[in-house]
């Protein structure tokens, strides 16, 4: 029987392989180049155990949260398919940490894989701080407290990056305000954060909140809790006033359930500071007659 000669077959399978008419669609060869890098990076399997999480030079961990449903929903498709989309890594020297692709390495090692598909990627600290950022920013809806988090980090290197307060709100389509509203977040304790992210609590009163001692968030929290009602900055700002009104000393969470209580309100703000500040429940009909005995009573010891 002749031999086969291996070399002859692989440098034919070659030539034929070079004349083969590259018809992928220009589109996408353009998509995986915006996907991958400007060259078609290469994809390595590496070792589960040899990759962890993202951290940056301050040992804040990503800013994500892990979803469960997500990674259930995720966990299907691997245990039939496996992992199709690589993981991008950045190596640290001792492992590879991870930039984008948090909940495929949750799935991977809950499915016991020993290995990952990853695009390794040279990548700085600061960097890798906005490949995790806008990696993930495009997911369809945020937690407020993730929002929080990237704002922070990205008002933590400005000075790095070379951008104003101003740039990084507009880069995100945010106003300044709001920008240092959802950084305020980040003071709450983590069961005012989570009232936050279930839109118990809207974003808009953190800046209220965050001022607050621990034990009057946690207050907060369990009137919230105990009532089941959402709160508004109207609502903040009334367990605000009583705050101040107790001079220091905490609020009970019994105490705090009279700022969902619904108060007159009058086109006329003086009269809404008068009721507040004298704790009276006068009809406007009221306050009219009392300004006006007042102001001809003012006037009559003027004239007299």
């Not at 016991?112 to 920013?137: F, G, M, Q």
């Not at 369809?140 to 740039?167: G, H, K």
């Not at 920008?179 to 005012?192: A, E, G, H, V």
């Not at 800046?207 to 369990?222: A, I, L, P, R, T």
Request: charge should be neutral; include cysteine.
């Amino acid at each position: 029987m002749a031999k086969f000669n291996l070399n002859a077959l692989k440098k034919q399978r070659q030539e034929q392989e070079a004349k083969v008419e590259d018809n992928t669609p220009a589109e996408l060869k353009q998509s995986y180049i915006n996907v991958w890098g400007k060259n078609k990076e290469e994809v390595q399997y590496i070792e589960l155990a040899e990759i962890v999480p993202f951290k940056d030079k301050k040992g804040k961990s990503q800013p994500f949260k892990i979803s469960k449903d997500k990674v259930e929903q995720i966990k299907i498709s691997v245990a039939d398919i496996g992992i199709v989309t690589p993981l991008i890594v950045r190596n640290t020297g001792e492992k590879y940490q991870i930039i984008s692709g948090h909940h495929r390495f949750v799935v991977a090692k809950e499915l016991n894989l020993l290995t990952v598909p990853c695009v390794v990627r040279e990548i700085s600290d600061d960097e890798a701080i906005k490949y995790v950022a806008e990696c993930n920013i495009q997911r369809s809806r945020l937690l407020p407290t993730e929002y929080a988090e990237i704002y922070s980090r990205y008002m933590e290197m400005r000075s790095d990056i070379d951008m104003t307060a101003q740039e990084i709100a507009d880069k995100f389509g945010i106003s300044k305000k709001s920008l240092y509203r959802y950084i305020k977040i980040l003071k709450l304790t983590d069961d005012l954060k989570s009232l936050v992210d279930t839109d118990m609590i809207h974003t808009d009163t953190a800046e209220v909140f965050s001022e607050f001692s621990e034990e009057n968030q946690k207050s907060v929290y369990e009137c919230v809790i105990k009532n089941g009602k959402k709160v508004n900055r109207g609502v903040a700002k009334a367990m605000e006033i009583i705050v101040a009104e107790k001079e220091g000393e905490n609020v009970s969470p019994e105490e705090f359930e009279k700022a969902f209580e619904k108060k007159k309100t009058f086109k006329n703000s003086a009269y809404n500071k008068f009721a507040s500040k004298f704790k009276v429940d006068y009809s406007e009909d009221e306050w009219n007659t009392l300004i006006e005995a007042l102001l001809d009573a003012h006037f009559k010891e003027r004239i007299d």
